[in-house]
């Protein structure tokens, strides 16, 4: 009996469009009105996630920032997983030393240090998600999407840093050689830092306090509602799903999930741009009538 799905949003519930694909918003609602709690997990902050749910009349709580920040399904924050300013320190002293591009996700929003270098990742981001876009066109739908984000632009992180009513949430460093290029740097800050690091796509690392994984703030969730694990399931495509795919008894990995994934999860549903998660959704509310 599946009382909690809980679904990524990048390559799992949105489709190439970074949209809510009709049938998908059609199987969440099937599953609400069955009495089945939905909750979004995602690497996403909250400004960025809740407008793409509710432009389908879904109304749900929210996982984001890959757990460092759990929200009610009224905007209400549950939990908060910072990492602390040493940490921060620390982990920016070798992305730096690395010569990478990093954002950092705070309790405020998104800060970028560049918007050239913000719009460049973005739209490798997209040209990776949809593979038929053209580079030029990404880059052009990159900076309308950015000029419409709520982004706080610095000439220093360090004023980040001096705003000691910040918190930092999450840091993303990017890195266009890959995985190849970035796993060195990973080994590096982990060898220094107790962090959890974890990736949405090929060319980027997400950092947050070991706390902040989405399978902590599932069960977090889970718990609050006296369901145990047995009774959740979890969908997703990259590695920063991997923790909430192992902790659902019940686990999907995309079509289009990275190998690691389809590895982790006990069943396989289609692409995101197939309506993968409406399907999973659908066999498992089957499988409860029986």
């Known amino acids: ?18 949209q809510i694909p009709p049938k998908n918003a059609e199987a969440i609602k099937q599953a609400q009105a069955e009495g089945v709690h939905f909750v979004v997990a995602t690497g996403r902050q909250y400004k960025e996630a809740k407008p793409l749910v509710e432009a389908f009349g879904i109304s749900v709580p929210l996982i984001t920032l890959n757990g460092a920040a759990i929200y009610d399904v009224d905007g209400k924050i549950l939990d908060m997983v910072p990492i602390t300013r040493t940490m921060t320190r620390l982990i920016m002293r070798q992305l730096d030393l690395a010569g990478l591009y990093y954002e950092i996700t705070t309790s405020e929003g998104v800060v970028s240090n560049s918007r050239t270098h913000r719009i460049q990742n973005l739209s490798l981001l997209l040209e990776g998600l949809n593979p038929d876009t053209p580079f030029k066109l990404a880059v052009a739908m990159s900076s309308a999407r950015v000029e419409l984000m709520d982004i706080r632009y610095v000439d220093s992180y360090q004023e ?53 994984q989405k399978g902590i703030a599932l069960q977090h969730y889970a718990d609050g509602l006296n369901i145990p694990m047995s009774q959740v399931m979890a969908i997703g ?54």
């Open 1 to 18: 009996m599946i009382s909690i799905i809980a679904s990524d949003m990048d390559g799992t519930l949105l489709n190439e469009q970074m």
């Open 237 to 290: 495509d990259n590695i920063n799903d991997a923790s909430m795919l192992k902790m659902a008894d019940t686990s999907y990995a995309m079509g289009n999930a990275v190998p690691a994934i389809k590895q982790i999860a006990n069943h396989l549903t289609v692409s995101n741009n197939e309506n993968g998660v409406g399907k999973a959704i659908l066999e498992q509310l089957k499988n409860n009538h029986q």
């Open 160 to 212: 980040i840093l001096d705003d000691t009513k910040i918190q930092i949430l999450k840091i993303v460093a990017f890195g266009t050689g890959g995985q190849k290029q970035l796993r060195p740097i990973q080994e590096k800050i982990e060898d220094q830092v107790d962090v959890a690091i974890t990736s949405s796509f090929e060319n980027n690392i997400e950092i947050n306090n070991p706390r902040a």
